[in-house]
């Protein structure tokens, strides 16, 4: 099935050497086209395809050679990972077709030519789309056997576009009857749980492979009512741009303007709204929570439960049915620029409908800021920071930064006498090139940070901190895994490289070693205005390289102390793509180690030590990578096959789960101000709450952190006290 559905930056705060690099750029940039200039009979589209292309080959740190055969990639790419991944809409004569026609004219397409490939794309997807809907509908009304003995293979990796109708039927009908196989599977165990129950009603098998197709029908009708109604020709030709751009790496892409403001958003921790948590309902927008001051909030016309059925920008603008939207396009349209009008038809819990006109307002996403808490054990107190990305409000002086958060936060551990700091940066996928430079400043007496190199392959720039000041000179660890990535790497590579605290966690964090920029495609302020009317290509422009002279591209930052891992074998690092760029060293940076540096040896050694009577962790390392083979292979279509495996699976993820429970509850403990900061609203204090609840008993490795930072504590001791 189809996949397709700032950084305008302040120079009061960045380093004058990125404002450097940022007018080189410029300049190059300006003689992409000359003064906006290009075919007086271009397209919309045609105009965007050809400035991204110009754009990517005259400004992207490693350009590829946009030729015949970069062409014949993005033919690949386009219809079998974007318009059709699952293989099971076009028809091999389909590709051949397009094959033919278009494999390796994409090249001109792209560098100045005529737009064709994505208009004939679609007239063949909207006729095939209507043909695959006809298929599932006339297998999903009839009966499935699930007592015969057959298989599926559910990679799509290998697959290929069927040769023929009747082949595709074939591929349809075993990925139907799978998934009505998973639903009737379900349905019996529930049978057997509740059987003898008061008031349960007990079905026969018919009734629940019955009711299992129809869950799956109604799955599919709203995927394909979101493929024929909702997502249009642009959407499709903006997934051809996404192509191209993201085939030169991973990190380079491009976003239609809506697309941009929602990044700008995420990055920012703010934007502008109604206030309201949404969740995607049986193909219906309903609201979870409301925010608490927010628009809706104020109004009184919103409750939990109501669904968005319709919204609509300003007083003219044109209603839009959310019905089978996913959350994040039907939160895309709902919000907008800070007090732009938007109305909302409600269909409210009792089936009445309602339109309610609202103005947006600033709403702050602070609960994906940094946060702390403190851990009391019997060798001492351990503070432990969150931090979820390195966010930064680049249009806003006064918005929020996590540099800044995380200043914050180490001072209110500090008057808690904590006598270790844990920094969680699991999961983070990054953010502000500077504000990590900044946050590495709190731990250090000064010194570089990071080396930054650009394509001319010149001397790097060296990113410092000045600031001779420390903030915290305690014992320091960094939780990582292998989803932490680009300004999570700069931070620990710098922590590591200056033998200033340990990093804890996975073998390698994620390996994303490079850094991107924002330019709108408006030529003529492009590098002054990320946010254009056409869009805007995020691009790669830079390398990034510890200050040891080794890349993080590729090989990540690796634990000091290794922690076992349930998606050690998974593959999801940068090393995994295709299209990530190489990995390389340049010449070290003139640093000097941290001067109480620890003897990291016995540190290890009782880690390791724990780690061998862990159950939890041995369980995880002998099973990791056995499961991860079972997301990926040959699946019986028999009911009594599946539900072995199943049981397998299940028995021992649940023998996981159990054990990841550590047994010793930790005692970490709230600060006072922060549970005061969510008094206003009780669901953020709720959620709060129960984010430190699971810390105590539901994370065994922020319980291995602590013993680690418990072990440098008592070196420290030791070292000062002379023994």
Request: charged share 30%; with cysteine; hydrophobic share 35%.
């Amino acid at each position: 099935m189809t996949k397709v559905f700032k950084n305008m930056f302040n120079k009061r705060n960045l380093p004058v050497v990125l404002i450097l690099v940022g007018l080189g750029v410029f300049v190059a940039f300006r003689t992409l086209g000359l003064n906006g200039g290009g075919k007086k009979d271009e397209t919309k589209n045609e105009k965007i395809l050809h400035t991204v292309g110009e754009m990517l080959t005259q400004i992207h740190f490693s350009p590829r050679k946009v030729d015949d055969a970069f062409s014949k990639e993005i033919f690949r790419k386009y219809l079998g990972e974007k318009i059709d991944d699952q293989k099971n809409i076009l028809l091999a004569s389909d590709v051949e077709e397009l094959r033919k026609a278009y494999e390796t004219k994409l090249d001109d397409e792209i560098n100045g030519g005529s737009v064709h490939f994505v208009p004939a794309v679609s007239l063949i997807f909207k006729k095939r789309i209507a043909e695959a809907e006809a298929v599932y509908k006339e297998i999903l009304a009839k009966p499935f056997d699930f007592s015969k003995e057959e298989n599926v293979n559910l990679s799509t990796e290998k697959a290929e576009f069927p040769k023929t109708p009747a082949d595709r039927q074939e591929a349809w009908r075993k990925r139907l009857k799978y998934m009505a196989l998973e639903r009737y599977a379900e349905g019996v165990s529930e049978r057997e749980k509740n059987s003898g129950k008061a008031g349960y009603v007990k079905k026969t098998d018919a009734e629940l492979e019955a009711d299992a197709r129809e869950r799956v029908l109604k799955i599919l009708n709203r995927s394909f009512d979101r493929l024929k109604n909702k997502v249009t020709d642009d959407d499709r030709f903006n997934e051809y741009v996404k192509t191209v751009s993201e085939s030169m790496d991973p990190h380079t892409t491009f976003f239609p303007p809506v697309d941009k403001r929602y990044f700008d958003e995420q990055m920012s921790g703010q934007f502008f709204g109604i206030g309201a948590s949404l969740r995607d309902e049986d193909g219906f927008i309903k609201i979870v929570t409301l925010v608490a001051g927010s628009p809706a909030w104020k109004s009184g016309q919103f409750n939990v439960g109501d669904i968005i059925f319709k919204v609509a920008e300003g007083k003219d603008g044109e209603w839009v049915d959310l019905t089978g939207y996913i959350v994040e396009d039907a939160v895309k349209l709902i919000r907008g620029k800070k007090g732009s009008e938007v109305r909302l038809t409600l269909k409210k819990t009792d089936g009445s409908l309602k339109v309610v006109t609202l103005i947006r307002d600033k709403i702050l996403q602070d609960e994906t800021f940094a946060r702390s808490v403190v851990i009391n054990t019997e060798r001492g107190k351990v503070g432990m920071i969150y931090l979820p990305e390195f966010y930064a409000n680049f249009d806003d002086p006064q918005g929020a930064r996590c540099s800044e958060d995380v200043r914050k936060e180490i001072i209110k551990l500090k008057e808690q006498k904590v006598d270790g700091i844990i920094m969680d940066l699991r999961n983070n996928g990054g953010g502000s090139l500077y504000d990590v430079v900044q946050m590495v400043g709190l731990f250090i007496e000064g010194g570089p940070i990071v080396q930054v190199k650009d394509r001319d392959g010149k001397q790097p720039q060296v990113y410092f901190d000045r600031d001779k000041s420390v903030l915290y000179d305690g014992p320091l660890a960094v939780m990582v895994n292998e989803f932490s990535a680009s300004a999570s790497e700069i931070f620990a590579a710098a922590i590591q490289d200056y033998d200033r605290g340990l990093i804890i966690g996975s073998t390698s964090t994620y390996g994303k070693g490079t850094v991107q920029r924002n330019i709108g495609l408006d030529k003529t302020m492009g590098m002054l205005d990320a946010n254009s009317d056409l869009g805007t290509l995020k691009v790669t422009l830079q390398k990034f390289y510890r200050i040891n002279g080794g890349s993080t591209q590729l090989r990540g930052v690796s634990s000091d102390i290794t922690l076992p891992d349930i998606y050690e074998f998974s593959k999801l690092r940068e090393k995994d793509n295709e299209d990530a760029l190489p990995w390389d060293e340049i010449q070290k940076a003139s640093y000097s180690r941290w001067k109480y540096g620890l003897d990291l040896a016995p540190i290890q050694k009782a880690s390791e030590a724990r780690l061998k009577g862990n159950d939890a962790f041995n369980l995880i390392r002998t099973n990791a990578e056995w499961l991860t083979k079972q997301n990926d292979k040959v699946v019986s279509l028999n009911l009594t096959k599946y539900q072995d495996e199943q049981k397998q699976i299940k028995a021992t993820v649940k023998q996981i789960e159990t054990l990841s429970k550590s047994s010793h509850e930790l005692d970490a403990q709230a600060l006072t101000e922060d549970l005061k900061k969510y008094e206003s609203d009780t669901a953020k204090l709720e959620r709060f709450k129960l984010w430190v609840k699971n810390l105590r008993t539901n994370d065994i490795y922020l319980n291995e952190a602590v013993n680690v930072v418990n072990d440098m504590i008592v070196q420290k001791n030791l070292v000062y006290s002379g023994k």
